[in-house]
Nanobody, 126 residues
Framework: QVQLVESGGGSVQAGGGLRLSCKGSGTTVSRYCMAWFRQALGKEREGVAFISSSGGRTKYADSVKGRFTVSRDNAKNTLYLQMNSLKPEDTGMYYC???????????????????WGQGTQVTVSS
């Protein structure tokens, strides 16, 4: 099974940047496609970015295209989310998620990912 731990969250002013990291346990993390989701207080969870197990394919929510970049370093069992030009509406709890490659749909639907981290808070002030 996969255990995920996020880090890198914090408070930043609008227009600034932040890089989130997600460390996965085990020796088979490279066999999992991964994604980032976020949830603001009182709001539904939203898919932010997806990356295939090899890192060769990515998908982003329209709201973050051009501003966020998802990447991974399988040798380090780590997933990243570089966030630039942050806006107040980017505020929320960010979660790292994973799914075994054989069952990856390549979508940003929360129900497609059985493994979730505990989340890291991102707060963007104006």
């Amino acid at each position: 099974q996969v255990q995920l731990v996020e880090s890198g969250g914090g408070s930043v002013q609008a227009g600034g940047g932040l890089r989130l990291s997600c460390k996965g346990s085990g020796t088979t993390v490279s066999r999992y496609c991964m994604a980032w989701f976020r949830q603001a207080l009182g709001k539904e969870r939203e898919g932010v970015a997806f990356i295939s197990s090899s890192g060769g394919r990515t998908k982003y929510a329209d709201s973050v295209k051009g501003r966020f970049t998802v990447s991974r370093d399988n040798a380090k069992n780590t997933l990243y989310l570089q966030m630039n030009s942050l806006k107040p509406e980017d505020t929320g709890m960010y979660y790292c998620v994973a799914q075994f490659h054989a069952y990856c749909s390549g979508t940003l639907s929360a129900n497609e990912y059985p493994y979730w981290g505990q989340g890291t808070q991102v707060t963007v002030s104006s």
